[in-house]
């Protein structure tokens, strides 16, 4: 199991924006589809955003003209930045890890919590 930590999570009014973040390490982070999913209560994980090492990008009918997805690899660092956010998006998002081809892969992170509400 990959070490991801995500971060950046809190309690936002309607409006608002966060950015969160997700760190792993340097391997794992340059060979791996980078994704954000949430799970909101009650509800099964869903897609918010996904970026491939090639710098393909994939969004959720509600994410897209909202959040953008982005990697430093740099500093091992996939964001996911997030504006005009809504009570609907309140929920557990968590970082993914995954690789398709050999050696396959799908790792998770602990998840952050975000909360929309005035």
């Known amino acids: 199991q990959a070490h991801i930590v995500e971060s950046g999570g809190g309690l936002v009014q309607p409006g608002g924006s966060l950015r969160l973040s997700c760190v792993t390490g340097?391997?794992?982070?340059?060979?791996?589809?980078m994704g954000w999913y949430r799970q909101a209560p009650g509800k099964e994980r869903e897609l918010v955003a996904v970026?491939?090492?090639?710098?393909?990008?994939n969004y959720s009918e509600t994410a897209k003209g909202r959040f953008t997805i982005s990697r430093d690899y740099a500093e091992n660092t996939m964001f996911l930045q997030m504006t005009s956010l809504e009570p609907g998006d309140t929920g557990i998002y968590y970082c993914?890890?995954?690789?398709?081809?050999?050696?396959?892969?799908?790792?998770w992170g602990q998840g952050t919590q975000v909360t929309v509400s005035s």
């Open positions: 993914n890890a995954r690789r398709k081809d050999f050696p396959y892969y799908n790792y």
């Open positions: 340097r391997t794992i982070f340059g060979i791996s589809t």
């Open positions: 970026m491939a090492t090639t710098g393909a990008t």
